[in-house]
C-alpha cells in the first residue's frame, strides 16, 4: 500500500514569513498528488494537484508545490502567509490504477501568528 | 453550484442509540466515499461506492454500514455507537472515468456520543 509522510506535524510561522510543508510517498509507480487543506469543523478543500506535466504547480490563496520524482517528494510553499491560512494541510496521493482511492498523510497544522 | 452536501452538521446521539448520517451530491460523480476522522488525524477510508458497487475496508468494523439508493444519495449507519466512534465523518466523490483520484468533500458531520 501507499505511505505518505508528512514530516511536520506542526508549522509556526509568523505573517509574511514564507512557509514550506513537506510530503514524501513511497509509491515507485506513476501517482497523482494533492494537496487538501482543512479549516476547523470543515471538509477537505483542494488546494492544487499534480497528474502530468511541468513540476512545479500552482494552486489556489497563493500556494504552489513541486513534485520531484527522483526524491518523492511533493512539498508546498507559500512566499508569503496570512493569518487566514492557518489551518490543516493534508498531503495525498493516488495510484490512478486503484481508481480514485487517496492515501492521506498525518497532516501538518499550520499556525500564523501575527 | 455543483457541490457535496453533509448533513446534519452537528449529530449527538447517545451510547448504543443508532444513528444515519446522509450525503448528497449534484456532481453526478459515480464514486462516493465515507471517511471517519478522528482528532488531529487523517482520514480514514471506511467504504465506498463505484455505482452501485458497495467496497469495505478490511479494517471497517461491523457496526457501521451504508446504503446508495441511487447516484445522488449515499447514508452511513453507526448500529450501536460506542464513545470511540466520536469523530468527524466526511464524505467526498469522484468521477469514474478520471482516474487522476480528485475527490471532492462534503463539509463532514461532527458526531458526538454520550
Known amino acids: 500500500a501507499q505511505s505518505v509522510t508528512q514530516l511536520d506535524s506542526q508549522v509556526p510561522v509568523f505573517e509574511e514569513a514564507p512557509v514550506e510543508l513537506r510530503c514524501n510517498y513511497s509509491s515507485s509507480v506513476s501517482v497523482y498528488l494533492f494537496w487538501y487543506v482543512q479549516y476547523p469543523n470543515q471538509g477537505l478543500q483542494l488546494l492544487l494537484k499534480y497528474l502530468s506535466g511541468s513540476t512545479l504547480v500552482k494552486g489556489i490563496n497563493g500556494f504552489e508545490a513541486e513534485f520531484n520524482k527522483s526524491q518523492t517528494s511533493f512539498h508546498l510553499r507559500k512566499p508569503s502567509v496570512h493569518i487566514s491560512d492557518t489551518a490543516e494541510y493534508f498531503c495525498?496521493?493516488?495510484?490512478?490504477?486503484?481508481?480514485?482511492?487517496?492515501?492521506f498523510g498525518r497532516g501538518t497544522q499550520l499556525t500564523v501568528w501575527p | 453550484d455543483a457541490m457535496v452536501i453533509q448533513n446534519p452538521r452537528y449529530q449527538v446521539t447517545q451510547f448504543g442509540k443508532p444513528v444515519t448520517l446522509s450525503c448528497s451530491q449534484t456532481l453526478n460523480h459515480n464514486v462516493m466515499y465515507w471517511y471517519q476522522q478522528k482528532s488531529s488525524q487523517a482520514p480514514k477510508l471506511l467504504f465506498h461506492?463505484?455505482?452501485?458497487?458497495?467496497?469495505n475496508e478490511a479494517d471497517t468494523p461491523d457496526n457501521f454500514q451504508s446504503r446508495r439508493p441511487n447516484t445522488s444519495f449515499c447514508f452511513l449507519d453507526i448500529r450501536s455507537p460506542g464513545l470511540g466512534d466520536a469523530a468527524m465523518y466526511l464524505c467526498?466523490?469522484?468521477?469514474?472515468?478520471?482516474?487522476?483520484?480528485?475527490?471532492?468533500f462534503g463539509p463532514g458531520t461532527r458526531l458526538t456520543v454520550l
Open positions: 467526498a466523490t469522484s468521477r469514474v472515468q478520471g482516474v487522476d483520484g480528485e475527490q471532492f
Open positions: 461506492y463505484y455505482d452501485k458497487d458497495f467496497n
Open positions: 495525498a496521493v493516488s495510484e490512478g490504477s486503484t481508481l480514485g482511492r487517496l492515501y
